[in-house]
Nanobody, 120 residues
């Protein structure tokens, strides 16, 4: 079984920065897609950033401020967040689509979520 453990959330002042990490445990043959989502209170979960085959994509509200990356050797993915705003406050979730073995179908796995609060 693969488990994703997130870390790096917390309380930060507006214009501050945070780096979220998401590390996979268990056997991972290949990570196919990496996505970060967030869910603010009372709102639907929204896609924030994606990386597939080294091609990145970002939601408009975070473009130029957030950066997504991954390290296959460490089985870790990251979301670097800069110039944070109050509206970035949410629980952030990592989502990995991966294959545990070369012969396995790709499957989605989710982290447990980490709270990011932007407030002065």
């Amino acid at each position: 079984q693969v488990q994703l453990v997130e870390s790096g959330g917390g309380l930060v002042q507006p214009a501050g920065s945070l780096r979220l990490s998401c590390t996979a445990s268990g056997r991972v043959y290949r990570i196919i897609a990496i996505r970060w989502y967030r869910q603010a209170p009372g709102k639907a979960r929204e896609l924030v950033a994606t990386i597939i085959n080294s091609v990145t994509d970002y939601a408009d509200p975070v473009k130029g401020r957030f950066s997504i990356s991954g390290d296959n050797a460490k089985k870790a993915v990251y979301l670097q967040m800069t110039n944070l705003k109050a509206e970035d406050t949410a629980v952030y979730y990592c989502n990995l689509r991966l294959k545990r073995e070369y012969y396995d179908p790709a499957k989605d796995y989710w982290g447990q979520g980490t709270q990011v609060t932007v407030s002065s």
